[in-house]
């Protein structure tokens, strides 16, 4: 055998495979990202276990899951737990908190909104979440008609109808607009540049929310750790920013 076979014989001998760290995938629904990051960055803490995070409208993740194809955890609202379940998708899951619409306003409260009924005066400045792809639009605007509003405060929405909560909150930090109706969780993120006016849930529903195992998870037990770790810990997190009735 030649030095330079030898040589290379031994080299090879010396070298490690290096295991790839395990990692999880969570699939977050855009109004849930404060909490999610709280959550995953003690999992990860406490195990060393990467977690990745795509965030996205929960609508926009869906496809990802009822393919099969991406992600290990999902994190959003009714009525995606049924939907995820239908997909044959749901491994685990647990509920964290609940999101339910509020009332929000200028810091201050300039113009004295004391009600939902207060949207429909004259001249405010409202907007709304689209009810096409918002779960809480479709809440506001079913009260809204409940309460024989709608027309009088679509007036004062315009073309002010937006697809995300954030942008919600940024009209208001802005002062674009006077008042705006929101899922508690965002609003508590925009705390600083807005009040919250308490008023009674008149809502016909309550909306849940929910960290899902996917069942085609390549990691089934980091998976597991997840989920025994997000029951323990996941519904006093989501109760700090907010996301209570």
């Not at 239908?86 to 004391?114: R, T």
């Not at 400045?125 to 809480?136: E, F, G, V």
């Amino acid at each position: 055998m030649s030095f330079t076979l030898c040589l290379l014989l031994v080299i090879g001998c010396g070298k490690k495979e290096t295991a790839k760290p395990k990692e999880l995938m969570v699939l977050c629904g855009s109004s849930f990202v404060p909490p999610t990051e709280q959550l995953c960055s003690e999992f990860k803490a406490l195990t060393g276990i990467e977690i990745i995070t795509t965030v996205g409208g929960s609508e926009d993740l869906l496809p990802h899951i009822k393919a099969h194809l991406k992600g290990d955890i999902f994190i959003t609202h009714d009525p995606y737990l049924d939907y995820t379940r239908d997909a044959n998708a749901l491994a685990d899951g647990v509920q964290v908190g609940f999101v339910a619409p509020v009332l929000a306003v200028q810091k201050g409260n300039p113009q004295g909104i004391k009600s939902m009924e207060d949207l429909a005066r004259p001249s405010l400045k409202i907007a709304l979440s689209d009810p096409q792809y918002s779960t809480c639009g479709q809440m506001v605007f079913a009260l809204l008609e409940k309460k024989g509003i709608e027309d009088a405060v679509m007036k004062n929405v315009e073309n002010r109808l937006t697809k995300g909560h954030s942008t919600l909150g940024t009209f208001l930090k802005t002062q674009a607009v006077d008042a705006v109706i929101m899922w508690n969780g965002v609003a508590h993120t925009f705390r600083d540049s807005l009040d919250v006016v308490r008023t009674p849930y008149e809502y016909d529903e309550e909306v849940r929310v929910h960290i899902m195992g996917l069942s085609y998870t390549k990691q089934p037990e980091e998976l597991r750790k997840f989920m025994e770790f997000a029951r323990n810990r996941s519904p006093a997190i989501f109760a700090e920013h907010a996301y209570v009735k």
